[in-house]
Nanobody, 123 residues
């Protein structure tokens, strides 16, 4: 049974930083591309933020986070990270990690999802 658990969310002031983690189990972690997504409100579409291939040699970022967010992974620990700097109130959202077979920011291509961790950025 595949489980993906995000952590590291919380309340931070604008301009601050957070580091999200996502630990996966029940899958061969380095068989998968990994992605970070967010949903700003229930019913809104998930926004693809970043995607990283298994070797960390190819990485995509959405324009909305490029230069502020950094994705990384540690295959030995089955863990994905998202370092978020210069946070803005509009970054407030539920953040999700996901595992898929394709390096893409398209949520439909991802197979396994975590439950999410809330990030709230105050102005």
């Amino acid at each position: 049974q595949v489980q993906m658990v995000e952590s590291g969310g919380g309340l931070v002031q604008a301009g601050g930083s957070l580091r999200l983690s996502c630990t996966a189990s029940g899958l061969t972690f380095d068989d998968y591309a990994m992605g970070w997504f967010r949903r700003r409100a229930p019913g809104k579409e998930r926004e693809g933020l970043s995607s990283i291939n298994w070797m960390s040699t190819d990485i995509y970022y959405a324009d909305s986070v490029k230069g502020r967010f950094t994705v990384s992974r540690d295959n030995a620990k089955n863990t994905l990270y998202l370092q978020m700097n210069s946070l803005k109130p509009e970054d407030t959202a539920m953040y999700y990690c996901a595992a898929g077979r394709v390096l893409t920011l398209n949520a439909a291509e991802y197979v396994y999802w975590g439950q999410g961790t809330q990030v709230t950025v105050s102005s």
